[in-house]
């Protein structure tokens, strides 16, 4: 596709339940992000992928949560045993190597009853 | 410490008036990169303009421009013009050093255009 799509666009679970988030970036973008945007705050960092390594991780909230990208391309974000606090907008971005500008999805709102 | 502040309430403007969003931000770094991006109520996150700190030129992307003013670490944007579709929430973002890629994001500032 022509932008970064993201998967699903709403998700409502349970507490405790699992759940993985899908982005898929543009084609040729080397570099991914994960960021969260909880309700009307910022956004907060959480992983960057430099192809299907991730140099810095270092935003990820809690061991709950993990991050995995194949072939370059598609990244899963996998958050284990969900609490409520984890209620939130995940959006994916992907840019050039070393490119400036990060385009971004439009997000995976997580809803955890 | 919060590394980017955006301290403005939401604001009204008038179609066809120009506006503009205050940021300040924090850093020892001498390279970094400032960034505006507009969040519509559909979600996505677009890129609207970029300065870099060592670049001499304010930087302009058609009806945006960034006010760059290194000394007092600031980097307002501007948008003349107003229009309706500019509705959004804008995001002040900075990225510190060179091969660092991650940005750190103010807490935004939410703008209305009245016809």
């Known amino acids: 596709g022509a932008g970064v799509s993201q998967s699903p666009s709403n998700k409502v679970t349970e507490k405790g339940k699992d759940v993985e988030l899908r982005c898929d970036p543009i084609?040729?973008?080397?570099?991914l992000y994960w960021y969260r945007q909880s309700l009307g705050q910022g956004l907060e960092f959480l992983i960057y992928?430099?192809?299907?390594?991730?140099?810095?991780k270092s935003g990820l909230p809690s061991d709950r949560f993990s991050a995995e990208r194949t072939g370059g391309s598609v990244s899963t974000l996998t958050i284990q045993r969900t609490q409520q606090e984890d209620s939130a907008v995940y959006l994916c971005?992907?840019?050039?190597?070393?490119?400036?500008?990060?385009?971004f999805g439009e997000g995976s709102r997580l809803t955890v009853l | 410490a919060q590394k980017i502040t955006q301290t403005q309430p939401g604001m009204f403007v008038q179609e066809k008036e120009a506006v503009t969003l205050d940021c300040t931000y924090d850093?020892?770094?001498?390279?970094?990169?400032l960034f505006w991006y507009k969040q519509p109520s559909s979600g996505e996150m677009i890129f609207l303009i970029y300065q870099g700190s060592y670049d001499q030129q304010n930087a302009t992307e058609g009806r945006y421009s960034l006010n760059f003013q290194k000394a007092r670490k600031s980097a307002n944007l501007v948008i003349s013009a107003s229009q309706l579709g500019d509705s959004a929430m804008y995001f002040c973002?900075?990225?510190?050093?060179?091969?660092?890629?991650?940005?750190?994001f103010g807490k935004g500032n939410q703008v209305v255009v009245i016809p």
């Open positions: 992928f430099q192809g299907n390594s991730a140099p810095d």
């Open positions: 971005a992907s840019s050039l190597s070393r490119g400036r500008k990060l385009f």
């Open positions: 084609s040729g973008h080397t570099a």
């Open positions: 850093t020892s770094d001498p390279s970094y990169g």
């Open positions: 973002a900075m990225r510190e050093g060179r091969g660092n890629n991650r940005l750190a």
